[in-house]
């Protein structure tokens, strides 16, 4: 079993793999590019509960897509929640002070659309296990698609509040959001894609393996 990914791979030739990914990415890319942003739009409520709960310090006044220049962004405004104690400055809530950041909407997009082209490459031995693959793929797409722009969009503001109030502070949300701008998206979606098609092969496990005859005496 812990060698099933590799043996599907083995028996694969790279002319069928790169037949399945060319196929996926004809579907999967033009989809992205019409429904992207619907996609994204209908993300938002969620967006917003995990900004809240990633970004406890402030309170979120807007979280919309809006436009910069040509670029189609996420955009989330906000004020601060209570009074905080930040590098030994003490910072009271202001109704009129308010910051925002902006982030692509492209950028949610990337590690989902990533994670579907290679789960669809991936070899597969039977149906039900591809079936099964896509299905378990869907909960993970969505840890993916909740970590990303909420988290971004909250680290940015962070990040300005620190630099300037505590240089040098160590933050994980800023640290998170540094991994995901650095290529972090694709190798999530490379993750994710990895597990269902691990899980699934659990499942199914290759055909043709069989348990050890015992010996002759």
């Not at 503001?157 to 701008?181: M, R, Y």
Request: net charge positive.
């Amino acid at each position: 079993m812990r060698f099933a990914l590799i043996n599907t791979l083995a028996g694969a030739t790279p002319l069928r793999i790169l037949l399945r990914l060319t196929l996926a990415a004809g579907v999967s890319i033009p989809l992205t590019v019409f429904f992207g942003e619907a996609l994204v739009e209908s993300w938002l409520p969620a967006y917003r509960l995990v900004f809240g709960w990633v970004g406890e310090e402030f309170r979120l006044l807007s979280l919309v897509m809006d436009h910069e220049g040509a670029d189609r962004v996420l955009r989330a405004t906000v004020t601060w929640k209570h009074i905080a104690v930040i590098g030994g400055q003490v910072i009271y809530p202001d109704p009129l002070g308010v910051a925002n950041a902006s982030t692509l909407i492209a950028h949610a997009l990337q590690g989902p659309l990533v994670a579907v082209l290679a789960a669809v490459a991936w070899p597969t031995q039977c149906r039900r296990e591809f079936a099964w693959r896509l299905l378990l793929l869907a909960p993970l797409l969505l840890v993916v698609v909740l970590s990303d722009l909420p988290c971004v969009l909250a680290a940015e503001i962070w990040e300005v509040v620190i630099d300037t109030l505590a240089p040098g502070t160590v933050s994980p949300l800023v640290a998170w959001k540094n991994f995901l701008q650095g290529g972090g998206r694709y190798a999530l979606g490379l993750a994710v894609a990895a597990l269902a098609v691990q899980w699934a092969r659990r499942r199914y496990p290759t055909q043709g393996a069989s348990a050890p005859s015992p010996g002759v005496r």
